[in-house]
Nanobody
Framework: QVQLVESGGGLVQAGGSLRLSCAASGSISSTVTMGWYRQAPGKRRELVAGLTSGGRPTYSDSVKGRFTISRDNAKNTVYLQMNSLKPEDTAVYYC???????????????WGQGTQVTVSS
């Protein structure tokens, strides 16, 4: 099996910064894409940022210029540096990873348990 463990959420004032981390562990042959989604109360889960193993990032328009995604392929870890945080960034942030497990050919998507980010005004 594969587990994703997130850390780094918390409470911060508007304009502040937080850094989220997500480490994948288990029977992993390779990780294809890793990234972050978020879900605010009463809203659908939305993509925040994603990063392929080749280093190509994708950002939602709402976080471009403020958030930076990076990953350490050797550690199967993805990071999300969040700067200039706004109250509307408040949500539960979920790590996701498309993982090819040992002995398998195709990737499967895994999710972390979620970490709360709260930005006060």
């Amino acid at each position: 099996q594969v587990q994703l463990v997130e850390s780094g959420g918390g409470l911060v004032q508007a304009g502040g910064s937080l850094r989220l981390s997500c480490a994948a562990s288990g029977s992993i042959s390779s990780t294809v894409t890793m990234g972050w989604y978020r879900q605010a109360p009463g809203k659908r889960r939305e993509l925040v940022a994603g990063l392929t193993s080749g280093g190509r990032p994708t950002y939602s328009d709402s976080v471009k210029g403020r958030f930076t995604i990076s990953r350490d392929n050797a550690k199967n870890t993805v990071y999300l540096q969040m700067n200039s945080l706004k109250p509307e960034d408040t949500a539960v942030y979920y790590c996701h990873a498309d993982v090819i497990r040992g002995g398998y050919q195709y990737p499967y998507t895994y999710w972390g348990q979620g970490t709360q980010v709260t930005v006060s005004s």
